[in-house]
């Protein structure tokens, strides 16, 4: 406490001072602070080429920033370069540097640690998520204060990928010393307890507001409400529907944004009856989804009809959703085609750390029923779902949510080409391999815009899954603060949150 | 306040146990509404259609609780059964014997004893799976010691007792001994530990099923009933009451009996 006090009063000072020196009163300079719930610990890498986990990734966010960096409709603005260009035949990118764009360590960014951190990820061993898209790289070099990279083939989606975090050369250990270019730098981390960042001062662009960020771990979802009511936290991204109703009268904001993912009950394509396109159909047909978001969501939440949300702008598909109308008759009519009037029962894997998944089950339970399916709900261990169902596929239906890990319709559609790693569902159909293969390649932006449409629809069209919802997300932000902005990828954006 | 005597007890005890057999049986056979219907229409307070009230899905809590009884008293039973039939095999050879087997038997039942019950049926369940069966064969390894210790105690008095002694010069058989002398000496305690290890298998299923190891939803169980109404604590706290009376309703009818017969 007397640490803490020491270190308020040294940063009270140091913000007068600044004050005092630029002459001018902006509230950007003050000491404020605010500490953020987090649901868990960064315990993986955090090196941001090898972090995997979204909880950690979102807060990497604010370290770190690649030659470009995206905001929050999705769309990309330069960062560490201040500018690029693109050959009209679309395989030469040059990025200029931006001047004067320094480390957290003080030390300038320099060509060689972009070649670096280029290198490093393309680097087949390295695991890292860039490595598929990097293996298009035919050359790459400095030119002065330009960095020139040369692709092999046309990559539409390409640019999304150089939002990769731009880390320094030196730096001998970034998995527990993070160091980058963002608004906030890491400044200590106690496991288990919080993770303190603090304002980079020396940030080419607009500057953070908040001066101080403590990122504490609330690891127990039932005591979030007791820590923003009593104080200890000012803001937890992501409550629940009765969080958010007991957090009512109190002196908190309640933002409502959308998770961006698609909830669905993913249907293991390999499992015998799944293997018939009818019963997918018919199972469709049978669960309403409105019914669900009013029974387990409080009827909040947008309904989907196919592997993408409405965050996606160009790609999305609204229309989707309307391909399944709710019609008991048509899903028994469609079940008795195929074979499975009254016979078709199967289990429904659900992870047992997501309340919101399960309730979503226990209503597909009841709603199947209606068509003579009998479905049962296995809860697994979160480890468990991920290594039995997900990993090693061995699952008949399983209801969870899944995001993209890139703002590229490529990265929410490529898991269910036939031979994707990630296409846990075993879907396979020639003509979606086809159309995606077509999308990936296509050089036009309208043109690719469209197949990966068409992809969208043979999902729809095929039942791929039963398509449910993206979630409603709940942002509670006690009213000191203001400017908290909902991004369409997995990130919190501290730096734009500021005293009212 | 009165200090209640064991006739008292027993009465009490009596008539608690008896209205959760009737819930018991009114959940095997007949319960007013589906008890996994759900209804968003439905009004959630209590109210004459609705004696309980309903849940988040319009799920009536009433038939629910009903059948939440009849699961926990599934399980409670055969956890008991279990610990129970397994616990007196272990208690009667190992007191009846002694020697070394004894040591070895007792030493590995006191390292089980000692393991704490849910981490060992968490580890069972982590292992086999979730779901009622886990549930119970978990549970029901758990409670094996501390039958077996009661057994073994009970079984190394009697078997030094003089009327043992005079069988055994008769020449009679260490199994004739065991199944015809002695374990019908044991029915006292064993009852007694049988109503106090319902007990604790109770609330072993209802702390189970709480942390969403035990009964799979949406099938009605007295723990996962309160485990899902604790998300509803503020806005409709009656779905967390309800089963909450009846777990203690179940709890202290059988604590009353086993008082009661203890005494007598």
């Given amino acids: 406490m007397k640490a803490f006090k020491r270190l308020l009063a040294l940063t009270l000072m140091s913000a007068t001072l600044t004050v005092a020196f630029c002459g001018c009163g902006s509230d950007k300079a003050d000491a404020s602070s605010i500490t953020i719930g987090i649901p868990q610990d960064l315990e993986d890498s955090l090196d941001p080429h090898v972090a995997v986990a979204a909880g950690t990734k979102e807060i990497l966010f604010n370290i770190f920033e690649g030659l470009v960096k995206p905001d929050k409709n999705g769309d990309l603005y330069p960062a560490v370069a201040d500018s690029y260009e693109i050959s009209t035949d679309g395989l030469t990118y040059t990025f200029h540097m931006r001047k004067g764009v320094k480390f957290h360590d003080g030390n300038p960014v320099t060509a060689e640690d972009i070649l670096y951190c280029i290198s490093k990820n393309a680097d087949t061993e390295s695991g890292s998520a860039y490595v598929s898209a990097f293996s298009n790289i035919e050359d790459y070099y400095a030119e002065g204060e330009n960095i020139v990279i040369k692709l092999k083939q046309k990559d539409t989606d390409f640019l999304q990928y150089m939002t990769m975090a731009i880390i320094p050369k030196s730096n001998p250990n970034p998995d527990t010393n993070p160091i980058g270019t963002g608004p906030y730098k890491f400044t200590y981390r106690s496991p288990q307890e919080n993770i303190v960042l603090t304002r980079f001062d020396d940030y080419w662009g607009e500057k953070a507001h908040i001066k101080e960020v403590t990122l504490k771990i609330c690891a127990s979802a039932d005591s979030i409400v007791m820590y923003l009511l009593g104080g200890s936290i000012d803001l937890f991204a992501r409550i629940t529907t009765t969080q958010m109703e007991q957090l009512k009268d109190s002196n908190f904001d309640i933002l409502e944004g959308t998770m961006n993912l698609v909830q669905a009950m ?138 993209a890990s890139q703002m590229t319709a490529r990265a929410m559609l490529e898991r269910f080409v036939s031979d994707s790693g990630k296409n846990f569902i075993n879907y396979s159909n020639p003509e979606y391999d086809e159309t995606f293969k077509k999308a990936v390649s296509t050089t036009d932006d309208a043109e690719a815009t469209k197949l990966y449409k068409d992809c969208e629809w043979i999902l729809t069209n095929t039942a791929a899954n039963v398509y449910i919802q993206d979630l409603a997300e709940f942002v509670a932000i006690n009213n000191k603060y203001t400017g908290y902005e909902f991004y369409p990828i997995y990130v919190m954006d501290i730096a734009k949150i500021r005293l009212k | 306040m009165v200090k209640a005597n064991d006739r008292t007890k027993l009465i009490l005890g009596c008539i608690l146990t008896g209205i959760v057999l009737i819930m018991c049986l009114c959940g095997i056979f007949f319960t007013p509404y589906d008890p996994m219907a759900m209804d968003a229409a439905a009004d959630k307070s209590v109210s004459l259609k609705h004696i309980m009230g309903c849940d988040q899905f319009g799920r009536d809590v009433f038939s629910r609780v009903l059948v939440g009884v009849k699961e926990t008293m599934i399980v409670a039973g055969s956890v008991v059964l279990i610990g129970a039939f397994f616990g007196t095999i272990l208690g009667t050879v190992t007191g009846y014997f002694g020697g070394w087997l004894d040591e070895i038997l007792m030493r590995l039942n006191d390292a089980v004893l000692a393991f704490p019950s849910v981490l060992l049926a968490l580890l069972i369940i982590g292992l086999y799976g979730g779901g009622r069966n886990t549930l119970i064969l978990a549970l029901g390894i758990a409670f094996i010691p501390s039958f077996a210790r009661i057994v073994r105690s009970e079984v190394l008095r009697i078997r030094n007792l003089d009327y043992i002694k005079s069988v055994r010069l008769f020449g009679a058989g260490h199994l004739r001994i065991i199944v015809v002398h002695i374990l019908p000496n044991l029915k006292t305690v064993l009852f007694s530990g049988i109503l106090i290890g319902f007990n604790n298998a109770v609330l072993a299923e209802a702390g189970m099923s709480y942390l969403g190891m035990g009964v799979a939803p949406p099938n009605p169980s007295l723990g996962r009933m309160l485990s899902e109404a604790q998300a509803y604590i503020f806005t409709n706290p009656l779905t967390a009451v309800f089963p909450g009376i009846t777990i203690v309703i179940m709890i202290l009818g059988f604590s009353l009996l086993s008082e009661a017969f203890k005494k007598g």
């Fill in chain 1, 266 to 403: 993913y249907l293991n394509n390999n499992f015998e009856p799944f293997k018939d396109e009818r019963v997918r159909q018919a199972l469709c047909y049978a669960i309403d989804r409105d019914e669900i978001l009013k029974l387990s969501f409080n009827g909040k939440g947008t309904v989907l009809g196919s592997s993408m949300f409405p965050a996606f702008g160009k790609y999305y598909i609204d229309e989707t959703k309307d391909v399944y109308k709710p019609d008991l008759e048509k899903a028994k009519a469609l079940l008795k085609e195929a074979g499975y009037e009254n016979s078709l029962s199967f289990a429904i894997t659900v992870p047992s750390n997501y309340q919101p998944h399960i309730d979503t089950a226990q209503v597909i339970v009841e709603q199947l029923k209606k068509i003579g399916v009998k479905a049962e709900i296995k809860l697994v261990e979160w480890d468990t779902w991920v290594s039995d169902t997900y990993v090693g596929r061995n699952f008949e239906a399983t209801v969870v949510g899944v995001d």
